[in-house]
């Protein structure tokens, strides 16, 4: 079967920084995305990757190594407003995509 | 800006009822898609459509039904909704190309009682 997994909840502090894993096994592989999505709105794009390496966008990276079916997002410099969900996604060999649950990341003051 | 609107945010039904939910995007995109979202579950792709008049299931069909009549709208039909069809629903919107992101919809949490 196709499974995304990620952390359930993370708490990180202001300013800091955090890293969020995603470890995918699919059918096939043809690109990961990352989205946020704060509570009560909908999943907004944050990056795609699809060959291996770091992707850097402002205060946010993401990952990718498709031999260990692993991504990570890195947020940088922390903001309150980066309290979010963070949706892993994975575009199957049928260019469908695979979700993830989902990690709730908690910024604390 | 690419904009992905749902018909409406919150919607109570009665079960047995029929139910529509529309979607309708303003970027000319080929592809329309619904998913579902509850608590603990990644999205649940319910039917996508890349072109007018087609439409494809996906992982969770049953109890649903799609229209697609116009480029730019994209209905879902609960045929007789049932209790266990609570949940949030969001529609997207993707160009065609395996790069393009998908655009989301502000979402419609439907409940059934």
């Known amino acids: 079967g196709q499974n995304i997994d990620q952390p359930t909840e993370m708490t990180a502090t202001e300013g800091a920084i955090v890293q969020i894993n995603c470890t995918y096994q699919?059918?096939?592989?043809?690109?990961l995305f990352w989205y946020q999505q704060h509570a009560g709105e909908a999943p907004t794009f944050l990056s795609y990757?699809?060959l291996d390496g770091l992707e850097e966008k402002g205060r946010f990276s993401s990952f990718l190594s498709r031999s260990k079916g692993y991504s990570y997002l890195l947020l940088k410099e922390l903001q309150m407003k980066d309290s979010a969900s963070y949706l892993c996604a994975v575009k199957d060999s049928n260019y469908q995509l695979i979700w993830g649950a989902g990690t709730k990341l908690i910024i604390k003051p | 800006d690419v904009k992905v609107t749902q018909s409406s945010r919150y919607l109570v039904k009665r079960t047995g009822e029929k139910v529509f939910l529309e979607c309708v995007q303003d970027?000319?995109?080929?592809?329309m898609f619904w998913y579902r979202q509850d608590p603990g579950l990644g999205l649940r792709l319910i039917y996508f459509s890349y072109d007018v008049k087609m439409k494809e299931k996906g992982d969770i069909p049953e109890g649903y039904s799609v229209s697609r009549e116009k480029k730019e709208r994209f209905s879902l039909i609960l045929e007789s909704a049932s209790t266990n069809q609570t949940s949030m629903y969001l529609c997207?919107?993707?160009?065609?190309?395996?790069?393009?992101?998908?655009?989301f919809g502000p979402g419609t949490r439907l409940t059934v009682t």
């Open positions: 699919t059918s096939g592989f043809n690109g």
């Open positions: 990757n699809v």
């Open positions: 970027m000319d995109h080929e592809n």
């Open positions: 997207a919107s993707s160009p065609t190309g395996e790069s393009h992101e998908q655009y």
